[in-house]
């Protein structure tokens, strides 16, 4: 069964605007939290990754945002570009060498 | 100078072949890992190997067998393939292991088409 659960499965946006894309697991265990872009015909690529001891971690316009209590994390994408566009993929782990991804979200930005 | 490699990058063959993906990375790294990504771009992991030793094996038909013949290659065999084994292959790695939060590199896929 997939382990962490991720939506929307798609998503348009206007460049400029803000991209919120929600993620949600039920292992307690997990203690990283990654998220992943893929670019068509590409493979997917370390985005920005958190940890449970902190509810927020930003890097330029990608910010994660985590609730250890409701055992969700989100990713914002502020200010998006039409570069921005890519399938994302949340995951989840623990010290077990497995990364169970979520389903993936396709997010198109508009010029 | 890249940084994980696979080849072919597309492989089209017939139900019933066998046929093999190579995967090697130059990053030095301990751990590599082979994942498939189905046609709704679902990403699970199949295999995952730490310095030539097997620690993950998912529930994957025994007809895939993977072989990593130093901690740089990581090779996956396909026998009798049939249609429900198309899809995008990708191989990663990571310098120890997924649960340590190190990042995972992945190469650039093979997608398989079985007619």
């Known amino acids: 069964q997939q382990q962490v659960k991720q939506s929307p499965q798609s998503l348009i946006v206007q460049k400029g605007g803000i991209s919120i894309i929600n993620c949600a697991y039920e292992n307690t265990a997990f203690d990283y939290f990654p998220w992943y872009q893929q670019f068509p015909g590409k493979g997917p690529a370390l985005l920005i990754a958190i940890r449970p001891d902190v509810s927020e971690k930003k890097e330029g316009r990608f910010t994660i945002s985590f609730n250890k209590s409701a055992k969700q994390f989100s990713l914002h994408i502020m200010d998006s570009q039409p570069g921005d566009s890519a399938t994302y993929f949340c995951?989840?782990?623990?010290?077990?060498?497995?990364?169970?991804f979520g389903a993936g979200t396709t997010v198109t930005v508009r010029a | 100078d890249t940084a994980v490699s696979q080849t072919p990058k597309y492989l089209v063959t017939q139900m019933g072949n066998d046929k093999s993906i190579k995967c090697e990375q130059n990053l030095g790294h301990d751990t590599m890992y082979w994942y498939k990504q189905d046609s709704k771009k679902f990403l699970k992991i199949m295999f995952s190997y730490n310095n030539k030793e097997l620690i993950i094996n998912e529930t994957v038909p025994n007809r895939f067998s993977p072989k990593s013949p130093d901690k740089a290659h990581l090779n996956l065999h396909i026998n009798s393939l049939e249609l429900g084994d198309s899809a995008v292959y990708f191989c990663?790695?990571?310098?120890?292991?997924?649960?340590?939060?190190?990042?995972?590199?992945f190469g650039p896929g093979t997608r398989l088409t079985v007619l």
């Open positions: 990663a790695s990571s310098q120890a292991g997924q649960g340590s939060g190190d990042e995972q590199f």
């Open positions: 995951a989840a782990s623990k010290n077990d060498y497995k990364l169970s």
